[in-house]
C-alpha cells in the first residue's frame, strides 16, 4: 500500500469512527462489554484453571494489564529510535 492509499485508508476509517462516535448517546455502555472481554483476558491468563482467590487472581491480573501497557510504551519508543536512526541516517 502506498503512503497515499494509507492515508486514504487511515481517514476512512477516522470519518466513520466520528461518526459513529456522534450518533451513541452513551460511549461509556457502548463499549462496557469490550472492556469486559479485555479485563477476563488478562484474568483467564493469571488463572486459567480459576484456582486462586478473586483477590489474588484480581492482583495479578493488574500486573499482566501494567506489562501489557507497558510492553506498548516500550514497542513505541523502539520504534520512534528506529524511524530517527533511519532519517538520519538518510540525510
Known sequence: M???ERAAK???GQIGANRRWAKEPDRSAATEKARAA???KFEREADPDC???L???ARRAENLRL???AQL???RV???ARRRDQSGSAA
Open 55 to 57: 483477590p489474588e487472581r
Open 51 to 53: 484456582v486462586l482467590p
Open 2 to 4: 502506498t503512503p497515499a
Open 10 to 12: 487511515s481517514l476512512g
Open 78 to 80: 523502539q520504534t520512534a
Open 67 to 69: 506489562a501489557y501497557f
Open 38 to 40: 479485555f479485563a477476563s
Open 73 to 75: 510504551r516500550l514497542r
